[in-house]
């Protein structure tokens, strides 16, 4: 009898890492065609299966620029209360439909992330890098996207603890320092570039008249379309970026 439970078992974990595998190879498959539609397809998909489940963030760069990171989980029940967990992150850069960067990422590889796919198009990379250094006047590359480290709130988790961009802008708006707001403003970072527009708020109120460039970046950042990392309290969910600054009248 434990001979053919260990059977059953080593099918199920057999079973389990094999569709693991086929999902992942058809994941690629879909990838290279280099299209979010199609990636959307292979998503539907994938939520089909009770193993396996997905999350979505994604946020405008700038224009028709966007960047999108997708984390996958999948999972099979060994004994009562206790399960095996994979997962794997996708990484995109796209310009509306068009994917023209990838990354997919397994972090639980041997306690260091593994580079399972990857994929850029150097031309639109480029066209993307130009149009933010026209727009915001800083260079970039792909290494500047994907930040998932910065909340934007205040008062979080059970302590009411504010988040250290929160306690930095709180040092800005005392020193008066428009030049690190200014700074602040162009980051490729939204979250970073929400505690800016809330600082130059902030200094507004207290009689400070923004230039017509600040102005103009700050209107930027409100109308940019997807959602930052947000926090309240105990709650840490993903907000629109234009309902979170919409209060931010200038």
């Avoid at 998909?45 to 963030?57: D, E, L, M, Q």
């Avoid at 031309?123 to 792909?142: D, F, G, P, R």
């Avoid at 970073?192 to 230039?211: E, H, P, R, S, W």
């Amino acid at each position: 009898m434990r001979h053919i439970r260990y059977l059953i078992l080593l099918y199920i974990l057999f079973t389990f890492h094999s569709s693991n595998g086929q999902k992942i190879a058809e994941l690629k498959s879909f990838l290279n065609q280099k299209s979010l539609q199609k990636v959307e397809q292979f998503l539907r998909g994938y939520s089909t299966g009770t193993h396996f489940t997905h999350t979505v963030f994604s946020r405008q760069i700038i224009d028709s620029f966007y960047e999108t990171s997708i984390s996958f989980e999948s999972f099979t029940t060994k004994k009562k209360d206790r399960s095996d967990l994979d997962e794997f992150n996708l990484y995109l850069l796209r310009s509306n439909d068009t994917i023209f960067y990838y990354r997919l990422d397994d972090p639980s590889h041997e306690n260091k992330t593994r580079v399972i796919a990857d994929y850029v198009d150097s031309s639109l990379l480029n066209v993307l890098e130009t149009s933010y250094l026209k727009t915001y006047a800083i260079s970039i590359n792909q290494s500047d996207f994907f930040i998932d480290t910065v909340i934007y709130g205040s008062g979080c988790g059970f302590a009411g603890i504010n988040p250290e961009y929160r306690k930095r802008l709180d040092r800005l708006i005392k020193d008066k320092n428009i030049a690190a707001l200014d700074k602040w403003l162009c980051s490729t970072t939204t979250e970073i570039q929400a505690y800016a527009v809330d600082g130059f708020y902030q200094l507004k109120k207290n009689g400070y008249n923004l230039t017509s460039r600040e102005l103009q970046l700050v209107n930027l950042i409100k109308n940019k379309k997807g959602k930052i990392r947000t926090c309240s309290g105990c709650i840490y969910t993903d907000d629109l970026i234009g309902e979170i600054l919409k209060d931010f009248n200038f």
